[in-house]
């Protein structure tokens, strides 16, 4: 079982930068690949980007794509996003989720488990 804390959300100015971490619990966090999704008010949850297992091989979402990146420090058991260029549509709860298995996946149907969202607001 792999439980997932997530931190860094807040309130920044469009142009701005926030960093968001994900603590997971366990000793097999290497045996995951994680992602980051986001769910705005009204909205379906979408993807963001996520991480393979061993960290080699990241996907992202065409609307996130030069501005956000994703990374993970395994002596931390944690996964990071850091956004750059923020924008009022980047406004959302962040979901971290953990998938058992090397490949990273863009369906949040793939993941096993998720954390509780951090919400990120970006004024204009």
């Known amino acids: 079982q792999v439980q997932l804390v997530e931190s860094g959300g807040g309130l920044v100015q469009a142009g701005g930068s926030l960093r968001l971490s994900c603590a997971a619990s366990?000793?097999?966090?290497?045996?995951?690949?994680m992602g980051w999704f986001r769910q705005a008010p009204g909205k379906e949850r979408e993807f963001v980007a996520a991480i393979n297992w061993n960290g080699i091989s990241t996907s992202y979402a065409d609307s996130v794509k030069g501005r956000f990146t994703i990374s993970r420090q395994y002596a931390k058991n944690t996964v990071y996003l850091q956004m750059n260029s923020l924008k009022p549509e980047d406004t959302a709860v962040y979901y971290c989720?953990?998938?058992?298995?090397?490949?990273?996946?863009?369906?949040?149907?793939?993941?096993?488990?998720w954390g509780q969202g951090t919400q990120v607001t970006v004024s204009s």
């Open positions: 366990g000793r097999t966090f290497g045996s995951y690949a």
């Open positions: 989720a953990a998938r058992y298995g090397n490949s990273e996946k863009a369906s949040g149907d793939e993941y096993d488990h």
